[in-house]
């Protein structure tokens, strides 16, 4: 008698740009295989991958290959193909269990499985497996020409090419004059750290408090002001059996609404009460009207830019989570945030000015090693590629300390802000966060600096006095402490 297997969620995502002409266009033809079925999967180029449906496989697995590609111009090349499986019987699924990128020149051969070899996605819950093998064709049935093989990112400073530094608390400081001649249009924008609006908070909140009240004149001087929010606000769903999971309670939105513009839900306690109760946060965001980004009812819309117009000038945010495990990403058909996968995320940047026509695009990143005061390699090196692919500039958060700065191409890159309201912590470094400031124009960021905050029993922030001399970073340089 078979046994029945875990579900399996194979994503092929095949990330492309134009190489040399060919003959005919290039498509992806896989053979998917399992119990006794085969099923044939071809994908041709498409310019919006995140909409792509998944094959469905018995029931237990899915399977799905996207060719990055321009179908507007005939012949193209596809230039990298990424390959993934996700448990779906895992808690929280679909759970990440295999990642294959491949990158021009690819093997060629037009007979399965020339490009990838046979691939076994192994299910740890029974012992049965998913087999899959692909390979690159024509439309005319030729061997397909390879692409160049594209451009190598920048590689991520050494730890004495970083301008690290741990900060003393600064003083709040006036942002520029944005009706300056020299500064118009500009628009004022203000970044917070990790906030949580369950357990201290929320009991806050509940007997009628305000945890934003001592930093609310000061965020008042931002046109725009972005946090994390880190927890799900719901009533429904079921906590996942992790160390800490926070959920606040729905009243929560009326104080949050007060003092933050947009939010982004791309962290790792946005699941903590699984799909439900993060659908009814989507929800219950949408009702106050308080946009997010980085999460969304399925791929295309969790990795959509929330879009901000200001005196003629366009800003596109864009949310992403970074921080294992992988199970709550969204899917083509399901709710969950925004993964940081890098070939997608460059895509999102770049379109976000072809296709959306922002003259600012900025990350919010969730990432890092927490409690640590140096942003690790990894930080790096997607911070540099993100700015190489046109973002103005990088924000982080995570780690719940603030970690070192730095510019790259004349662009900041804040590691991440620490905490803002959040509580349970009795270390002064985690009890440290950051404000920060940030003035852009048409021309990018002119202006920025951080000032510092420091949370109560109850985790509410109160400013830190700035000390005498502390400068203020523009577009050139970063900012020293």
């Known amino acids: 008698m078979a046994c029945r297997v875990s579900k399996v969620w194979v994503v092929a995502m095949a990330l492309a740009g134009v190489g040399s002409l060919a003959a005919a266009a290039e498509h992806v033809h896989c053979e998917v295989r399992y119990a006794s079925q085969t099923v044939q999967v071809d994908a041709r180029p498409t310019d919006e991958p995140l909409r792509v449906p998944s094959v469905d496989i018995d029931q237990r697995f899915a399977f799905k290959a996207v060719a990055r590609g321009t179908p507007e111009r005939t012949p193209e090349h ?24 491949l990158s021009a020149p690819f093997a060629t051969g037009t007979q399965v499985p020339a490009l990838t070899g046979w691939q076994h996605v192994h299910s740890s819950v029974l012992g049965r497996e998913l087999v899959y093998g692909c390979a690159l064709r024509q439309d005319d049935g030729a061997v397909a020409v390879p692409a160049p093989q594209p451009p190598v990112p920048s590689q991520p400073p050494t730890q004495a090419q970083s301008q690290a530094h741990i900060p003393a608390p600064p003083q709040p400081a006036q942002m520029p004059d944005a009706s300056s001649p020299d500064a118009s249009p500009a628009v004022r924008l203000v970044f917070l750290g990790d906030v949580m609006l369950a357990d201290g908070p929320g009991r806050l909140i509940a007997r009628g408090g305000d945890p934003f009240a001592p930093v609310a004149a000061r965020l008042k001087q931002a046109d725009v002001r972005i946090a994390n929010l880190e927890c799900v606000v719901a009533r429904g769903g079921k906590a996942f059996d992790k160390p800490w999971t926070f959920r606040a309670d729905p009243r929560a939105l009326g104080v949050l609404k007060r003092h933050v513009d947009v939010v982004s839900v791309a962290n790792n306690h946005s699941g903590d009460f699984g799909r439900v109760a993060f659908a009814e946060m989507l929800q219950r965001l949408d009702a106050a009207g308080l946009p997010h980004i980085g999460g969304g009812r399925d791929l295309a819309s969790a990795h959509a830019p929330h879009l901000i117009v200001r005196d003629g000038l366009k800003i596109a945010l864009l949310g992403y989570d970074e921080f294992f495990p992988r199970h709550f990403e969204a899917g083509h058909d399901h709710p969950g945030v925004a993964w940081s996968e890098d070939e997608q995320v460059v895509d999102d940047i770049r379109r976000a000015r072809s296709v ?9 990143m969730h990432w890092g090693q927490e409690h640590e005061p140096l942003a690790n390699a990894r930080q790096r090196q997607l911070a540099r590629l993100m700015i190489d692919a046109g973002a103005d500039a990088v924000v982080g958060t995570h780690p719940h300390v603030v970690q070192d700065t730095e510019t790259y191409r004349g662009k900041p890159i804040v590691y991440s802000l ?21 003035t852009v124009g048409r021309e990018g960021v002119r202006q920025w600096h951080t000032e510092a905050v ?14 005498p001399g502390a400068s203020v970073g523009t577009s050139a340089a970063a900012v020293r402490r």
């Open 78 to 101: 596809i230039t990298q193909i990424s390959l993934y499986a996700y448990d779906l019987e895992a808690e929280g699924a679909p759970a990440l269990v295999h990642q294959q990128r």
């Open 356 to 364: 959306h026509g922002a003259d600012i695009v900025i990350p919010f």
């Open 418 to 438: 620490g905490n803002f309201v959040f509580d349970g912590f009795s270390s002064l470094d985690n009890r440290t966060g950051w404000m920060l400031f940030m």
């Open 454 to 467: 420091r949370t109560d029993v109850d985790g509410t922030p109160w400013p830190v006095p700035r000390p």
